[in-house]
């Protein structure tokens, strides 16, 4: 992988672990249903401006005879069949609608530190969809970033240390067990987009899922009369919504689709560890939250699970 790739994902890793943080900011003055449609009204407005303002560009260029034949400037893909547009659809609604409203809800009731750990746990979740839905071996070693995964969870949720009959009553094991279940959508994104790989470009893909899946969920949070006024946006929230939308989700998955066009998924995926590191720093430092042994414990053993999980993965791509 080229130095110069490797820092940008790095980067990229780095900006996502921030995103707990700020949508935890955005959550004292917002319900979690209104941060997750303010978050991807923003995305989805930057991506547009984006694709129209590179086709302007582009078309400017053909105009003068310097332009490229091709489809390279691509941000949108017209599913060719039914099947592929439920496809499409269940991939934005997988991780534009589903994930982010079942997460933020989850967020809401614990620590921005816990939800920058278990976010470590999308590629498990992930290995584990695919052996149920796309029949794909669920091994040994797979098997055991499971069992240690879920020791770790226990641990730093405080499933292994209180009494079962008070787990519905404490707010952050609810919470940590709510964001381990908005995982489901983030898994989700991959399944679908290997069910229409090979037929659709990455970037034009996720483009259409973006669009589809912030569609779902306005019309979601709209049933639930829950649509944020954009007038109560203060100047602070604006730039909290800019790093989580323009720049935490537009920009960052952006160039991490051009970065797997340099490099393998398995090569991409080990940079994956620098979000539960920095998110958990970032947690301890904006609001004060602990990081004790026990969650320490947790992490740590989260982290070996999935340490292990991708190791194989390497080997078996080699």
């Known amino acids: 992988m080229p130095a110069r790739t490797l820092g ?3 980067l990229c890793n780095a900006i996502w672990a921030a995103n707990p943080v700020m949508s935890k900011a955005l959550l004292t003055k917002f319900s979690s249903s209104q941060v997750a449609w303010l978050r991807y009204f923003s995305a989805t407005v930057f991506f547009m401006v984006l694709a129209f303002s590179v086709r302007t ?11 490229r034949r091709g489809g390279g400037g691509a941000f949108f893909s017209r599913p060719r069949t039914p099947n592929d547009l439920w496809l499409a659809l269940g991939m934005g609604f997988s991780a534009f609608c589903f994930a982010p409203m079942v997460g933020l809800l989850g967020l809401s ?9 278990l976010i470590a746990l999308e590629p498990l979740v992930t290995v584990g969809l695919a052996a149920i839905f796309l029949s794909e071996v669920f091994g040994g070693t797979q098997r055991l970033s499971l069992l240690v995964s879920v020791a770790g969870f226990s641990l730093l949720s405080g499933l292994a240390y209180r009494p079962m009959g008070s787990w519905l009553s404490t707010p952050s094991i609810v919470g940590n067990l709510i964001l381990v279940v908005s995982l489901v959508g983030e898994g989700g994104y991959s399944i679908f987009a290997r069910l229409l790989q090979g037929r659709y470009a990455s970037l034009p893909l996720f483009g259409t899922s973006l669009l589809l899946g912030f569609g779902v969920l306005t019309l979601m949070v709209i049933g639930l ?4 006024s954009l007038g109560s946006l203060e100047p602070r929230d604006l730039l909290v919504l800019f790093w989580l939308g323009p720049l935490g989700s537009t920009l960052t998955y952006l160039y ?9 998924v398995s090569s991409a995926a080990l940079t994956l560890f620098v979000q539960p590191v920095v998110g958990a ?6 609001f004060g939250e602990e990081l004790g042994p026990s969650k320490a414990t947790g992490a740590v053993l989260i982290l070996l699970a999935v340490g292990l999980l991708t190791l194989r993965q390497q080997k078996v791509s080699d």
């Open 8 to 10: 940008g994902l790095v």
């Open 57 to 67: 560009f582009r078309g400017r260029g053909r105009g003068r005879g310097r332009g």
């Open 109 to 117: 009731r614990t620590g921005a530190v816990d939800n920058a750990i």
């Open 225 to 228: 009369d829950d649509l944020p």
């Open 256 to 264: 991490w689709v051009v970065a797997l066009e340099k490099t393998d």
């Open 281 to 286: 720093l970032l947690g301890v430092t904006a």
